[in-house]
């Protein structure tokens, strides 16, 4: 069993940077690939990054390459996504997920967090 808290949403202008973390509970973490996803109103929630348990396998989204960066601090039962170069089309609710295998699908994920607001102003 994982629980998930994320934290660090919040308010940024175009351009700007956040970083979102997500704590994990359980002795077990580092046997967990980690995921980012996010939601708008109305859509489904979409992939946004990956990380599998040693760090070692990392996957982005397409609309994200390039200016997100997903890590993990197993010491920390921890995982981030750094955000820079933000567009208003990153405005989400951000989740972070865990499964004991790596994946880019919504169903492939056991636990979740409650989710983070993100937004970004143009």
């Known amino acids: 069993q994982v629980q998930l808290v994320e934290s660090g949403g919040g308010l940024v202008q175009a351009g700007g940077s956040l970083r979102l973390s997500c704590a994990a509970s359980?002795?077990?973490?580092?046997?967990?690939?980690m995921g980012w996803f996010r939601q708008t109103p109305g859509k489904e929630r979409e992939f946004v990054a990956t990380i599998g348990w040693s760090g070692g396998s990392i996957y982005y989204a397409d609309s994200v390459k390039g200016r997100f960066t997903i890590s993990r601090d197993n010491a920390k039962n921890a995982v981030y996504l750094q955000m820079n170069k933000m567009k208003p089309e990153d405005t989400a609710v951000y989740y972070c997920?865990?499964?004991?295998?790596?994946?880019?699908?919504?169903?492939?994920?056991?636990?979740w967090g409650q989710g983070t607001q993100v937004t970004v102003s143009s």
């Open positions: 997920a865990a499964d004991q295998r790596i994946g880019v699908q919504t169903y492939e994920y056991d636990y």
């Open positions: 359980g002795r077990t973490f580092r046997r967990y690939a």
